[in-house]
C-alpha cells in the first residue's frame, strides 16, 4: 500500500507565495510520475502540473510561468512552487502518485487527501 500525504496550504494574498509538498510513501516499486491536481469550487478537478521519473514536466495552461514543479526522486517527493498567486488559484490541492506495480506492467494511481490553498484579493 502506497500513502501519500500533502502538506503547506493556507491562505495568501494575491500576488504571494505558497510551496505544497507531496511524499508518497509505503511500497513502491517504481514511481512513472507524480501530479499535482486541484479543484475549486463548482468546478471540475484539473490537471497542475506533473512531472515524469524522467523528468518531463508539463503544465496547464493558466500556471505557466508562475507554478514550477520539482521532485525528490530518492525521496518520492514532489513540490509545487506557486508564485504570483490569484484568486483564482484559490481550491483543493491534491497529489497523484503513478506508481508502476509491477514496474513496466501497470500503473497505479495514488491520491491524497488534498491541502486547501486560499488566496485572497
Known amino acids: 500500500q502506497v500513502r501519500v500525504v500533502e502538506s503547506g496550504g493556507g491562505v495568501v494574498q494575491a500576488g504571494g507565495s505558497l510551496r505544497l509538498s507531496c511524499l508518497a510513501s509505503?511500497?513502491?516499486?517504481?514511481?512513472?510520475?507524480m501530479n499535482w491536481y486541484r479543484q475549486a469550487p463548482g468546478k471540475q478537478r484539473e490537471l497542475v502540473a506533473r512531472?515524469?521519473?524522467?523528468?518531463?514536466?508539463d503544465y496547464a495552461d493558466s500556471v505557466k510561468g508562475r507554478f514550477t514543479i520539482s521532485s525528490d526522486n530518492a525521496k518520492s517527493t514532489v513540490f509545487l512552487q506557486m508564485n504570483s498567486l490569484k484568486s483564482e488559484d484559490t481550491a483543493v490541492y491534491s497529489c497523484?502518485?503513478?506508481?508502476?506495480?509491477?514496474?513496466?506492467?501497470?500503473?497505479?494511481?495514488?491520491w491524497g487527501q488534498g491541502t486547501q490553498v486560499t488566496v485572497s484579493s
Open positions: 497523484r502518485a503513478d506508481v508502476m506495480s509491477p514496474p513496466g506492467i501497470r500503473i497505479i494511481y495514488y
Open positions: 509505503g511500497s513502491i516499486p517504481s514511481m512513472n510520475a
Open positions: 512531472i515524469t521519473s524522467g523528468g518531463i514536466i
